[in-house]
């Protein structure tokens, strides 16, 4: 309270600046060729009564309180619209999937999901990563392990090291929260 009622002081005191002297003269320009005109000194006089500064804190101080009146009057409606706006920009809680039940074969273990798992999670297996897994992260979603031999481009070799993994492999239903991260998952060094 006493912050505002100086603020309000210092708001209603009045205000001097400084203003640098001048020559004496100035020059103006007239069809083209400058003129000298001699600057007469000019008294300023002012007829205000000595109490106008007593009268103005005044107002002002009546001002501040008739506002803090209003808004303590107010302050139900106040504190009501505070509160509907920061609920209103406040963001919601996420829908977050907290239990997936096959987190473990998403690299956590010697078992890798086909369907779920990054391709980071195959570079436990010599061979199969990058190639393999980016062939497996690019195609899909599978039905059984043995759909990874259907992959378009896959040679012979690249199929024999599937093969030697194969029982390493796991294929469960694709979870829209880990597919779409299979080729980057966005984590890095």
Request: proline share 6%; with cysteine; hydrophobic share 45%.
């Amino acid at each position: 309270m006493a912050r505002v009622l100086l603020a309000a002081l210092l708001l209603a005191s009045p205000v001097a600046a400084f203003v640098a002297p001048g020559t004496g003269v100035t020059t103006t320009e007239s069809q083209g060729r400058a003129v000298r005109l001699p600057l007469e000194p000019v008294e300023e006089t002012f007829d205000e009564a000595s109490n106008s500064n007593v009268l103005s804190v005044l107002t002002a101080g009546f001002g501040v309180g008739a506002v803090l009146g209003w808004l303590n009057s107010r302050k139900q409606q106040l504190v009501s619209t505070a509160a509907a706006a920061a609920v209103a920009v406040a963001p919601g809680a996420a829908q977050a999937m907290v239990d997936y039940d096959g987190i473990k074969y998403l690299g956590g273990t010697d078992k890798v999901d086909i369907n779920n798992a990054n391709i980071q999670a195959y570079r436990q297996f010599p061979g199969m990563f990058p190639t393999i897994a980016g062939l497996i992260g690019t195609h899909g979603p599978y039905s059984q392990v043995s759909d990874i031999y259907n992959i378009p481009g896959m040679d012979d070799k690249l199929k024999n090291i599937a093969k030697k993994y194969e029982g390493n492999l796991v294929c469960l239903p694709a979870s829209p929260a880990y597919f779409i991260d299979r080729i980057n998952n966005g984590l890095y060094r």
